[in-house]
C-alpha cells in the first residue's frame, strides 16, 4: 500500500468573471448557474462541465480566464486534483 500515489481533491465556487490560476494535475469546471460559462474563451453551456486531466505527475499552471454570459444566476464549481505534495 505504500506504493500508492496520495493525492487530494479541492473544491471551489465562483460567482463572478476573474482568473483561476490551476496549478494542478488535473480540474475540472461544472457550470451550476443558468447562463453559459466561458473558460478562457469555449464556452459551457448551463449544466455542463469541462475537465482537463493530466497523466501521471503532470502539473498544469494555466491561469483560466472565468466569464459568464447574459443576466441569470452564476454558478461555477471548480475541483482541482492536487498530489499530496503539492497541496
Known sequence: MNNLIKYVMKFE??????DVSSDCNAISFINQGATALLING?????GDSFTLSGEGLEYDTTVYRIQFT???AN???IVR???QNEA
Do not use: D, I, M
Open 13 to 18: 465556487t465562483v460567482a463572478e468573471a476573474g
Open 42 to 46: 469555449l464556452e459551457v453551456a448551463a
Open 70 to 72: 447574459g443576466s441569470g
Open 75 to 77: 454558478k461555477c464549481v
Open 81 to 83: 486534483k492536487f498530489y
